[in-house]
């Protein structure tokens, strides 16, 4: 089917988006971290301030994904395989992440677990356990942030499967557990992987409700993505694109791997289509 000078003109005006808003950014890190040569880029990949922010970021995206991947099938088996008031009220609050401001979330966070708050103040007494400016205050937003993503993703699929599969596993006699290992499980895998990427993706890169807990400690409270805006503040120019090509990198290997997981989802369908009579 012959293309008419209006399709071009809509397939090269999104080329020309994709290259100004994606493209020339990461081409732009790339050749700043690099403009004092690659022994600089070293030295700062290296330092302790850098080694610091990446060993934190992974430590918080690490403990954030497993959260969230048990939250997240619970939530979706709860909503999609029984009925009970409030239903429509749990799948309208999951999206409250989605729709509240990350600083805000972070603000909240800090007002009712802070030291000034009476619940931060006994945690600290009583407990000698102090949430905020601290590594379990930023795991607690990142977590609010990302828990969404793995419950919205399995939610829609798991609804248009149905229970019957699973229905008749318990009728012939299968544990609740060996249901869902067994045959929910093995329908949902690629659509949970998906979400897991979706989770990880958002956790490495947050930034505005980790800032408002973490107290910006350096070397202590630092993600990569706080480190970015310190070295910038610093005049760290190269050491601020370092970050963010180190950041950036890992978000390509996200995308990557979203890319990879969806391709094979989508052959899995294909072949089934063709198998099917």
Not at 98 to 117: D, E
Not at 176 to 204: C, D, E, M, S
Not at 253 to 270: F, G, N, P, S, V
Request: hydrophobic fraction near 55%; include cysteine.
């Amino acid at each position: 089917m012959p293309r008419y000078w209006h399709q071009w003109a809509l397939i090269l005006a999104a080329l020309g988006a994709v290259v100004v808003l994606l493209v020339l950014p990461l081409v732009l890190i790339v050749v700043q971290a690099f403009s004092q040569g690659a022994t600089v880029v070293a030295d700062n990949l290296t330092s302790a301030d850098m080694i610091a922010a990446i060993k934190l970021t992974l430590v918080v995206a690490l403990v954030t994904v497993p959260i969230n991947l048990v939250f997240g099938v619970l939530l979706a088996w709860c909503v999609t395989r029984y009925e009970f008031r409030g239903r429509k009220l749990l799948t309208t609050l999951i999206d409250i992440p989605f729709a509240m401001s990350p600083v805000v979330a972070g603000l909240c966070y800090l007002v009712v677990y802070g030291g000034q708050s009476a619940f931060g103040t006994w945690l600290d007494d009583t407990l000698g356990l102090q949430l905020m400016f601290a590594l379990p205050g930023m795991i607690m937003v990142t977590v609010f942030v990302t828990c969404p993503y793995v419950a919205r993703v399995l939610i829609p699929l798991m609804q248009s499967q149905g229970t019957e599969e699973e229905e008749a596993a318990v009728l012939l006699g299968a544990s609740g557990w060996q249901t869902f290992w067994y045959v929910t499980l093995p329908k949902i895998r690629w659509a949970l992987l998906y979400g897991v990427v979706l989770t990880n993706a958002r956790a490495v890169g947050e930034f505005g409700a980790v800032s408002v807990v973490s107290g910006l400690i350096r070397g202590e409270t630092l993600t990569l993505p706080l480190l970015i805006q310190m070295l910038n503040e610093d005049y760290n120019t190269v050491g601020a694109f370092t970050a963010a090509g180190l950041l950036a990198a890992m978000a390509l290997i996200t995308l990557l791997l979203k890319t990879a997981l969806e391709w094979r989802q989508h052959h899995k369908l294909d072949a089934a289509q063709e198998t099917t009579p």
